[in-house]
Protein backbone atom coordinates (compact mmCIF):
# COMPACT_ATOMS: atom_id res chain seq x y z
CA UNK A 1 0.00 0.00 0.00
CA UNK A 2 1.63 3.47 -1.12
CA UNK A 3 2.07 6.20 1.38
CA UNK A 4 -0.69 8.05 -1.16
CA UNK A 5 -3.43 5.72 -0.65
CA UNK A 6 -3.06 6.28 3.33
CA UNK A 7 -6.12 7.15 5.52
CA UNK A 8 -6.35 10.96 6.25
CA UNK A 9 -7.62 9.30 9.66
CA UNK A 10 -4.63 8.87 12.27
CA UNK A 11 -1.18 9.43 10.27
CA UNK A 12 1.12 6.62 9.52
CA UNK A 13 4.73 6.20 10.89
CA UNK A 14 6.89 6.98 7.62
CA UNK A 15 10.48 7.67 7.41
CA UNK A 16 11.60 11.47 8.01
CA UNK A 17 12.59 13.29 4.93
CA UNK A 18 16.08 13.10 3.72
CA UNK A 19 18.42 15.13 6.14
CA UNK A 20 16.05 15.90 8.75
CA UNK A 21 16.05 13.60 11.99
CA UNK A 22 12.16 13.70 13.60
CA UNK A 23 12.29 13.06 17.08
CA UNK A 24 10.41 9.87 18.14
CA UNK A 25 7.23 10.25 19.49
CA UNK A 26 6.60 9.09 22.94
CA UNK A 27 4.26 6.42 23.77
CA UNK A 28 1.10 8.41 25.35
CA UNK A 29 1.22 10.13 21.53
CA UNK A 30 -0.01 7.21 19.31
CA UNK A 31 -1.86 8.52 16.37
CA UNK A 32 -4.33 5.63 15.72
CA UNK A 33 -5.45 4.76 12.07
CA UNK A 34 -8.71 3.33 10.85
CA UNK A 35 -8.66 -0.02 8.68
CA UNK A 36 -11.40 -1.95 6.97
CA UNK A 37 -11.35 -5.20 5.31
CA UNK A 38 -14.75 -7.26 3.22
CA UNK A 39 -15.40 -9.98 1.75
CA UNK A 40 -18.68 -10.26 0.22
CA UNK A 41 -20.44 -11.24 -2.89
CA UNK A 42 -18.71 -8.71 -4.79
CA UNK A 43 -15.26 -9.88 -4.10
CA UNK A 44 -15.65 -13.73 -4.00
CA UNK A 45 -17.77 -16.59 -4.78
CA UNK A 46 -20.81 -18.02 -2.63
CA UNK A 47 -18.32 -21.26 -1.77
CA UNK A 48 -15.68 -18.89 -0.19
CA UNK A 49 -18.00 -16.36 1.37
CA UNK A 50 -19.91 -19.18 3.06
CA UNK A 51 -16.33 -20.60 4.38
CA UNK A 52 -15.16 -17.81 5.71
CA UNK A 53 -18.52 -16.67 7.39
CA UNK A 54 -18.33 -19.92 9.24
CA UNK A 55 -14.46 -19.30 9.98
CA UNK A 56 -14.53 -15.88 11.17
CA UNK A 57 -16.47 -16.71 14.57
CA UNK A 58 -16.82 -14.90 17.84
CA UNK A 59 -14.72 -16.65 19.27
CA UNK A 60 -11.87 -16.74 16.73
CA UNK A 61 -12.18 -12.67 17.34
CA UNK A 62 -11.42 -12.21 20.45
CA UNK A 63 -8.45 -14.89 20.17
CA UNK A 64 -7.12 -12.62 17.40
CA UNK A 65 -7.65 -9.36 19.34
CA UNK A 66 -5.82 -11.07 22.12
CA UNK A 67 -3.30 -11.67 20.36
CA UNK A 68 -2.61 -8.39 17.81
CA UNK A 69 -1.54 -6.78 20.90
CA UNK A 70 -1.19 -3.08 18.21
CA UNK A 71 -5.14 -3.45 17.57
CA UNK A 72 -7.01 -1.26 19.83
CA UNK A 73 -10.57 -2.06 18.94
CA UNK A 74 -12.05 -4.36 16.48
CA UNK A 75 -15.85 -5.17 14.93
CA UNK A 76 -17.39 -7.54 13.02
CA UNK A 77 -20.14 -7.24 10.59
CA UNK A 78 -21.66 -10.41 9.14
CA UNK A 79 -24.96 -9.78 6.13
CA UNK A 80 -26.09 -12.06 4.31
CA UNK A 81 -23.94 -11.50 1.93
CA UNK A 82 -21.02 -9.66 3.48
CA UNK A 83 -18.45 -10.45 6.12
CA UNK A 84 -16.54 -7.04 7.35
CA UNK A 85 -13.72 -6.41 9.93
CA UNK A 86 -13.57 -2.81 11.23
CA UNK A 87 -10.12 -1.97 12.49
CA UNK A 88 -8.48 0.97 14.57
CA UNK A 89 -4.84 0.20 14.85
CA UNK A 90 -1.69 1.32 16.04
CA UNK A 91 0.14 1.21 12.88
CA UNK A 92 -0.03 0.01 9.05
CA UNK A 93 2.27 -3.25 10.45
CA UNK A 94 -0.55 -4.28 12.74
CA UNK A 95 -3.32 -4.12 9.78
CA UNK A 96 -0.96 -6.56 7.58
CA UNK A 97 -0.71 -8.97 10.50
CA UNK A 98 -4.70 -9.20 10.41
CA UNK A 99 -4.59 -9.66 6.26
CA UNK A 100 -2.00 -12.84 7.34
CA UNK A 101 -4.39 -14.24 10.06
CA UNK A 102 -7.64 -13.99 8.34
CA UNK A 103 -9.02 -17.06 6.14
CA UNK A 104 -9.87 -16.83 2.88
CA UNK A 105 -7.94 -15.76 -0.37
CA UNK A 106 -5.94 -13.00 0.45
CA UNK A 107 -7.28 -10.67 -2.54
CA UNK A 108 -10.37 -11.33 -2.09
CA UNK A 109 -10.36 -9.57 1.56
CA UNK A 110 -10.80 -5.73 -0.07
CA UNK A 111 -8.91 -3.30 2.28
CA UNK A 112 -10.52 0.20 3.00
CA UNK A 113 -8.56 3.08 4.99
CA UNK A 114 -9.78 6.21 6.91
CA UNK A 115 -12.01 8.02 5.33
CA UNK A 116 -12.69 5.79 2.51
CA UNK A 117 -13.46 3.12 5.39
CA UNK A 118 -16.53 5.71 6.96
CA UNK A 119 -18.40 6.71 3.67
CA UNK A 120 -18.47 2.57 2.73
CA UNK A 121 -19.90 2.19 6.34
CA UNK A 122 -22.28 4.61 6.04
CA UNK A 123 -23.34 3.39 2.68
CA UNK A 124 -23.67 -0.01 3.94
CA UNK A 125 -25.81 0.97 6.49
CA UNK A 126 -27.99 3.00 4.22
CA UNK A 127 -28.55 -0.21 2.55
CA UNK A 128 -26.89 1.43 -0.57
CA UNK A 129 -24.42 -1.30 -0.99
CA UNK A 130 -26.96 -4.24 -0.04
CA UNK A 131 -28.63 -7.01 -2.83
CA UNK A 132 -31.98 -4.74 -2.43
CA UNK A 133 -30.83 -1.50 -2.47
CA UNK A 134 -31.94 1.17 -0.02
CA UNK A 135 -33.53 -1.97 2.83
CA UNK A 136 -33.19 -1.51 6.02
CA UNK A 137 -32.25 -4.34 7.64
CA UNK A 138 -28.76 -3.82 7.13
CA UNK A 139 -28.79 -1.24 9.66
CA UNK A 140 -30.30 -3.36 12.48
CA UNK A 141 -27.06 -5.47 11.83
CA UNK A 142 -24.88 -2.75 11.93
CA UNK A 143 -26.13 -1.70 15.74
CA UNK A 144 -25.81 -5.50 16.50
CA UNK A 145 -21.93 -5.00 15.14
CA UNK A 146 -21.50 -1.86 17.15
CA UNK A 147 -22.95 -3.50 20.72
CA UNK A 148 -20.07 -6.61 20.05
CA UNK A 149 -16.86 -4.56 19.83
CA UNK A 150 -14.10 -5.77 20.99
CA UNK A 151 -12.02 -2.38 22.43
CA UNK A 152 -8.99 -1.74 24.68
CA UNK A 153 -9.22 1.62 23.62
CA UNK A 154 -10.56 4.64 26.54
CA UNK A 155 -12.73 6.15 24.11
CA UNK A 156 -15.02 3.69 22.09
CA UNK A 157 -14.31 4.93 18.55
CA UNK A 158 -16.00 2.27 16.72
CA UNK A 159 -19.58 2.00 18.69
CA UNK A 160 -19.36 5.75 17.67
CA UNK A 161 -18.70 5.21 14.02
CA UNK A 162 -21.57 2.44 13.97
CA UNK A 163 -24.06 4.63 15.50
CA UNK A 164 -23.93 7.38 13.35
CA UNK A 165 -23.28 4.99 10.11
CA UNK A 166 -26.94 3.63 11.36
CA UNK A 167 -28.52 6.82 12.42
CA UNK A 168 -27.68 8.92 9.70
CA UNK A 169 -29.48 5.69 8.00
CA UNK A 170 -32.70 6.53 9.79
CA UNK A 171 -32.44 10.23 9.03
CA UNK A 172 -32.11 9.56 5.26
CA UNK A 173 -35.46 6.92 5.16
CA UNK A 174 -37.04 6.91 8.60
CA UNK A 175 -39.39 3.99 7.05
CA UNK A 176 -38.00 1.22 4.76
CA UNK A 177 -41.42 -0.65 2.77
CA UNK A 178 -41.05 -4.21 2.14
CA UNK A 179 -40.29 -2.95 -1.47
CA UNK A 180 -36.68 -2.43 -0.45
CA UNK A 181 -35.56 -5.80 0.91
CA UNK A 182 -33.87 -8.75 -0.31
CA UNK A 183 -37.19 -10.39 0.14
CA UNK A 184 -38.54 -8.41 -2.89
CA UNK A 185 -35.85 -8.74 -4.68
CA UNK A 186 -36.32 -13.02 -4.34
CA UNK A 187 -40.06 -12.57 -4.91
CA UNK A 188 -39.39 -10.93 -8.04
CA UNK A 189 -37.37 -13.52 -9.62
CA UNK A 190 -39.85 -16.40 -8.02
CA UNK A 191 -42.41 -15.02 -10.62
CA UNK A 192 -40.83 -14.57 -12.95
CA UNK A 193 -38.95 -17.71 -13.37
CA UNK A 194 -41.58 -20.27 -11.87
CA UNK A 195 -43.71 -19.69 -15.21
CA UNK A 196 -47.01 -20.07 -13.92
CA UNK A 197 -50.02 -17.82 -12.36
CA UNK A 198 -50.77 -18.35 -8.50
CA UNK A 199 -47.94 -20.47 -7.95
CA UNK A 200 -47.92 -22.71 -4.84
CA UNK A 201 -45.23 -21.40 -2.89
CA UNK A 202 -44.06 -22.28 0.21
CA UNK A 203 -42.14 -20.29 3.00
CA UNK A 204 -39.52 -21.58 4.90
CA UNK A 205 -39.40 -19.35 8.14
CA UNK A 206 -41.81 -16.84 9.84
CA UNK A 207 -39.47 -14.32 10.86
CA UNK A 208 -38.94 -10.60 9.44
CA UNK A 209 -37.46 -12.14 6.20
CA UNK A 210 -40.01 -14.81 5.96
CA UNK A 211 -43.34 -12.42 6.48
CA UNK A 212 -41.81 -10.07 4.11
CA UNK A 213 -41.41 -12.47 1.35
CA UNK A 214 -45.66 -13.59 2.37
CA UNK A 215 -46.31 -9.96 1.61
CA UNK A 216 -44.43 -9.32 -1.37
CA UNK A 217 -46.39 -12.73 -2.80
CA UNK A 218 -49.61 -12.23 -1.23
CA UNK A 219 -51.55 -10.91 -3.89
CA UNK A 220 -49.83 -12.86 -6.76
CA UNK A 221 -49.76 -16.62 -5.35
CA UNK A 222 -51.22 -19.32 -2.95
CA UNK A 223 -48.39 -19.46 0.04
CA UNK A 224 -47.76 -21.23 2.67
CA UNK A 225 -45.64 -20.58 5.73
CA UNK A 226 -43.71 -22.98 7.25
CA UNK A 227 -42.75 -22.60 11.22
CA UNK A 228 -40.73 -23.92 13.95
CA UNK A 229 -41.60 -22.47 17.05
CA UNK A 230 -43.54 -19.09 16.63
CA UNK A 231 -46.68 -19.35 14.35
CA UNK A 232 -47.82 -16.39 12.24
CA UNK A 233 -50.66 -14.06 14.14
CA UNK A 234 -54.19 -14.72 13.10
CA UNK A 235 -53.95 -11.29 11.38
CA UNK A 236 -51.02 -11.52 9.61
CA UNK A 237 -52.29 -14.68 8.09
CA UNK A 238 -55.98 -13.27 7.21
CA UNK A 239 -54.27 -9.70 5.71
CA UNK A 240 -51.78 -12.17 2.96
CA UNK A 241 -54.12 -14.92 2.84
CA UNK A 242 -51.46 -17.48 3.60
CA UNK A 243 -51.72 -20.36 5.57
CA UNK A 244 -49.16 -21.36 8.49
CA UNK A 245 -48.40 -24.90 8.84
CA UNK A 246 -45.55 -26.58 10.98
CA UNK A 247 -42.14 -26.93 9.88
CA UNK A 248 -42.62 -31.30 10.06
CA UNK A 249 -45.09 -30.93 7.16
CA UNK A 250 -42.41 -29.72 4.90
CA UNK A 251 -41.78 -33.26 2.94
CA UNK A 252 -45.78 -33.04 2.63
CA UNK A 253 -45.94 -29.24 1.40
CA UNK A 254 -43.08 -29.84 -1.33
CA UNK A 255 -45.03 -32.77 -3.17
CA UNK A 256 -47.43 -30.04 -3.79
CA UNK A 257 -45.41 -27.13 -4.12
CA UNK A 258 -44.30 -24.99 -7.17
CA UNK A 259 -41.40 -23.29 -5.09
CA UNK A 260 -39.61 -22.84 -1.73
CA UNK A 261 -38.36 -19.88 -0.12
CA UNK A 262 -35.38 -20.70 2.71
CA UNK A 263 -36.12 -17.45 4.93
CA UNK A 264 -34.82 -19.24 7.94
CA UNK A 265 -31.69 -20.45 9.48
CA UNK A 266 -32.60 -24.22 10.23
CA UNK A 267 -29.51 -26.13 9.84
CA UNK A 268 -26.10 -26.91 7.88
CA UNK A 269 -27.67 -27.07 4.22
CA UNK A 270 -30.65 -28.35 6.08
CA UNK A 271 -32.47 -29.42 3.00
CA UNK A 272 -31.12 -31.96 0.64
CA UNK A 273 -31.69 -33.67 -2.26
CA UNK A 274 -33.53 -36.89 -0.44
CA UNK A 275 -35.84 -34.56 1.00
CA UNK A 276 -37.36 -33.31 -2.46
CA UNK A 277 -40.12 -34.51 -4.68
CA UNK A 278 -39.33 -36.11 -8.41
CA UNK A 279 -42.55 -35.81 -9.74
CA UNK A 280 -42.91 -32.26 -10.96
CA UNK A 281 -40.72 -29.09 -11.68
CA UNK A 282 -39.52 -26.99 -8.16
CA UNK A 283 -37.97 -23.83 -7.83
CA UNK A 284 -35.89 -23.90 -4.65
CA UNK A 285 -34.77 -19.81 -3.43
CA UNK A 286 -32.42 -19.88 -0.38
CA UNK A 287 -31.39 -16.69 1.06
CA UNK A 288 -29.79 -17.87 3.90
CA UNK A 289 -25.36 -17.60 4.55
CA UNK A 290 -24.64 -19.91 5.14
CA UNK A 291 -26.76 -21.62 2.99
CA UNK A 292 -30.24 -23.52 4.06
CA UNK A 293 -30.33 -25.63 0.82
CA UNK A 294 -27.29 -27.91 -0.26
CA UNK A 295 -26.45 -27.21 -3.91
CA UNK A 296 -26.00 -30.41 -5.26
CA UNK A 297 -29.97 -30.45 -5.37
CA UNK A 298 -29.02 -28.82 -8.84
CA UNK A 299 -27.99 -32.21 -9.88
CA UNK A 300 -31.87 -33.41 -9.89
CA UNK A 301 -33.40 -32.31 -13.39
CA UNK A 302 -36.86 -30.89 -12.07
CA UNK A 303 -35.25 -28.96 -9.37
CA UNK A 304 -33.94 -25.38 -10.19
CA UNK A 305 -31.84 -23.87 -6.94
CA UNK A 306 -31.46 -19.99 -7.12
CA UNK A 307 -28.94 -18.64 -4.55
CA UNK A 308 -27.52 -15.32 -2.87
CA UNK A 309 -25.05 -15.80 -5.86
CA UNK A 310 -27.32 -16.07 -8.34
CA UNK A 311 -29.81 -13.42 -7.29
CA UNK A 312 -26.04 -10.84 -7.07
CA UNK A 313 -25.73 -11.31 -10.38
CA UNK A 314 -29.17 -10.28 -11.22
CA UNK A 315 -28.40 -6.73 -9.68
CA UNK A 316 -26.24 -3.94 -10.53
CA UNK A 317 -22.77 -3.70 -9.73
CA UNK A 318 -21.39 -1.45 -6.59
CA UNK A 319 -20.72 1.16 -8.31
CA UNK A 320 -23.83 1.61 -9.87
CA UNK A 321 -26.29 1.24 -7.30
CA UNK A 322 -28.46 4.39 -6.38
CA UNK A 323 -25.81 6.86 -7.07
CA UNK A 324 -24.64 8.99 -4.71
CA UNK A 325 -26.83 10.57 -2.42
CA UNK A 326 -25.19 14.15 -1.02
CA UNK A 327 -26.83 14.20 2.34
CA UNK A 328 -25.55 10.64 2.96
CA UNK A 329 -22.04 11.43 2.12
CA UNK A 330 -22.21 14.89 4.39
CA UNK A 331 -22.94 13.00 6.94
CA UNK A 332 -20.21 10.44 6.44
CA UNK A 333 -18.08 13.62 5.91
CA UNK A 334 -18.98 15.50 9.02
CA UNK A 335 -18.28 11.66 10.77
CA UNK A 336 -14.92 11.45 9.25
CA UNK A 337 -13.79 15.12 10.63
CA UNK A 338 -15.13 14.22 14.09
CA UNK A 339 -13.17 10.52 13.71
CA UNK A 340 -10.10 12.52 12.95
CA UNK A 341 -10.39 15.25 15.65
CA UNK A 342 -11.07 12.33 18.29
CA UNK A 343 -7.86 9.95 16.98
CA UNK A 344 -5.68 13.11 16.86
CA UNK A 345 -6.41 13.78 20.56
CA UNK A 346 -3.35 11.97 22.43
CA UNK A 347 -0.84 14.14 20.48
CA UNK A 348 -2.73 16.66 22.11
CA UNK A 349 -2.83 15.52 25.31
CA UNK A 350 0.45 14.72 25.41
CA UNK A 351 1.15 18.34 24.24
CA UNK A 352 -0.17 19.34 27.07
CA UNK A 353 1.01 17.11 29.52
CA UNK A 354 4.35 17.80 28.68
CA UNK A 355 3.33 21.83 29.00
CA UNK A 356 2.10 20.81 32.04
CA UNK A 357 5.70 19.04 33.40
CA UNK A 358 7.50 22.44 32.14
CA UNK A 359 5.24 24.59 34.01
CA UNK A 360 6.00 22.89 37.40
CA UNK A 361 9.55 22.32 36.63
CA UNK A 362 9.92 26.07 36.23
CA UNK A 363 7.56 26.96 39.80
CA UNK A 364 10.08 24.50 41.52
CA UNK A 365 13.43 26.12 40.10
CA UNK A 366 11.23 29.47 41.03
CA UNK A 367 10.60 28.63 44.75
CA UNK A 368 13.51 29.85 46.83
CA UNK A 369 12.86 33.43 44.94
CA UNK A 370 9.35 34.17 45.60
CA UNK A 371 10.12 33.75 49.75
CA UNK A 372 6.89 32.68 52.20
CA UNK A 373 3.86 33.41 50.41
CA UNK A 374 0.29 32.31 51.97
CA UNK A 375 -2.10 29.84 50.73
CA UNK A 376 -4.25 32.19 48.50
CA UNK A 377 -1.03 33.58 47.01
CA UNK A 378 0.06 30.53 46.42
CA UNK A 379 -3.10 29.62 44.52
CA UNK A 380 -2.80 33.15 42.66
CA UNK A 381 0.63 31.83 41.34
CA UNK A 382 -0.96 28.31 40.03
CA UNK A 383 -3.48 30.10 38.56
CA UNK A 384 -1.72 32.82 36.40
CA UNK A 385 1.40 29.99 35.32
CA UNK A 386 -1.80 27.48 34.54
CA UNK A 387 -3.74 30.58 32.54
CA UNK A 388 -0.41 31.39 30.96
CA UNK A 389 0.30 28.30 29.86
CA UNK A 390 -3.47 27.38 28.45
CA UNK A 391 -3.05 30.83 26.57
CA UNK A 392 0.31 29.99 24.86
CA UNK A 393 -0.79 26.71 23.88
CA UNK A 394 -4.27 27.98 22.13
CA UNK A 395 -3.08 28.61 18.65
CA UNK A 396 -0.33 25.31 19.04
CA UNK A 397 -3.07 23.16 19.58
CA UNK A 398 -5.59 24.44 16.80
CA UNK A 399 -2.69 24.06 14.11
CA UNK A 400 -1.77 20.67 15.43
CA UNK A 401 -5.32 19.60 14.99
CA UNK A 402 -5.60 21.43 11.63
CA UNK A 403 -2.11 19.99 10.53
CA UNK A 404 -2.70 18.00 7.37
CA UNK A 405 -2.76 14.20 8.07
CA UNK A 406 -0.13 11.79 6.95
CA UNK A 407 3.74 12.20 7.22
CA UNK A 408 4.13 15.82 6.92
CA UNK A 409 1.77 16.05 9.94
CA UNK A 410 2.99 13.45 11.65
CA UNK A 411 6.51 14.88 11.74
CA UNK A 412 5.23 18.41 13.01
CA UNK A 413 3.44 17.22 15.88
CA UNK A 414 6.68 15.29 16.84
CA UNK A 415 8.71 18.48 16.37
CA UNK A 416 6.21 20.22 18.74
CA UNK A 417 6.45 18.08 21.55
CA UNK A 418 10.23 18.08 20.99
CA UNK A 419 10.09 22.19 21.41
CA UNK A 420 8.38 21.26 24.78
CA UNK A 421 11.40 18.87 26.08
CA UNK A 422 13.94 20.80 28.70
CA UNK A 423 17.25 20.91 27.10
CA UNK A 424 19.96 18.73 29.43
CA UNK A 425 21.19 20.91 32.02
CA UNK A 426 25.25 20.89 32.15
CA UNK A 427 26.86 19.56 35.55
Not at 80 to 89: D, S, T, Y
Not at 198 to 209: A, E, F, K, N
Not at 229 to 242: E, I, S, Y
Not at 377 to 387: C, D
Amino acid sequence: MSATSLPRIGPVEEPSAEGASAPSSPPGATAFQLFGLEFSLDTSSLDALERVARSVTRQRLRGWFDLLRGTEEVALLTTCHRVELVLLLRSAEEFQRWREVLPGPADSWRPRVGRALVHHLFRVAAGRESLARGEGEVRRQVRAAARRVESRHPRRVLRELFARASNAADELSPSVPTSRSIAAVASEQLLRRVGCPSPRVLVIGSGTVGRQVTESLASRARVTVLFHRNPPDDGFLRTTGARAERLERLSEELAHADAAVTAAKFGDRGLRAADLPRGHPLLLIDLGMPRNIDPDVRELPNVRLVDLEALHRHEPPPEARDGTDPRLERLAEDCSERLERLLLEPWIGELRRAAEELRRSELTRARPFLGTLDRNQELAVERLTQHLVAQLLLTPTERLRAAPPGPEGDLLRRWALELLRPLPRGP
